[in-house]
Nanobody
Framework: QVQLVESGGGLVQAGGSLRLSCAAS????????MGWFRQAPGKEREFAAA????????RYTDSVKGRFTISRDNAKNTLYLQMNSLKAEDTAVYYC??????????????????WGQGTQVTVSS
């Protein structure tokens, strides 16, 4: 499996931006499609965005469309999530995850077999 470490979280005012990174090590990063999930206090983990192994396809949950952009750099073994126009409801712990089906952007966490430890994003209103 691949090991994942997120970074880039923090405290930001509503309307601001953050860029999350997820560094991968171990197995070949390009052997996975990748996703970002988030979990707010007292809520279940939810899908935010996913990208195929070659960046050929992406998927977003409706609440982040037009504000978040998922991308990857296979040469750097890194996944990104650019988050703009942040809202208080985006406050959550954000996790990156790896899906061994390279063509898959399914939103269910059951398809992902490696997870990072998470990074906290807090948006103040």
């Amino acid at each position: 499996q691949v090991q994942l470490v997120e970074s880039g979280g923090g405290l930001v005012q509503a309307g601001g931006s953050l860029r999350l990174s997820c560094a991968a090590s171990g197995r070949t990063f390009s052997s996975y499609s990748m996703g970002w999930f988030r979990q707010a206090p007292g809520k279940e983990r939810e899908f935010a965005a996913a990208i195929t192994y070659n960046s050929g396809s992406t998927r977003y949950t409706d609440s982040v469309k037009g504000r978040f952009t998922i991308s990857r750099d296979n040469a750097k073994n890194t996944l990104y999530l650019q988050m703009n126009s942040l809202k208080a409801e985006d406050t959550a712990v954000y996790y990156c995850a790896a899906n061994p089906n390279i063509y898959d952007t399914k939103p269910s966490p059951t398809y992902y077999n490696s997870w990072g430890q998470g990074t906290q994003v807090t948006v103040s209103s």
